[in-house]
């Protein structure tokens, strides 16, 4: 649970599965992923097995990525 992980940091993080089926465009879903990418102190990778969340590809384009 990405709850869990509130106030730790680790050198590595993996978000798995960031989808826009798991993670839809709600205020929740925001909370937890902001959470759980914060929690990388060196490295933060995500994957997904379907089109990224929403509030995925917003953070990417903010930050000039892509998702």
């Known amino acids: ?14 978000l798995a599965d960031v ?3 798991s993670f839809p465009d709600t ?3 925001r909370r937890l992923l902001h959470v759980g990418a914060t929690r990388a102190v060196h490295q933060l990778w995500l994957a997904s097995t379907g ?3 929403k509030v995925v590809r917003e953070a990417a384009e903010r930050a000039g990525g892509r998702a």
Do not use: C, R, T, W
Request: hydrophobic fraction near 40%; aromatic fraction near 8%.
């Open 1 to 14: 649970e990405i709850e869990q992980a509130k106030g730790l940091e680790f050198d590595y993080v993996v």
């Open 19 to 21: 989808s826009a089926q």
């Open 27 to 29: 205020p929740a879903s």
């Open 51 to 53: 089109p990224a969340s």
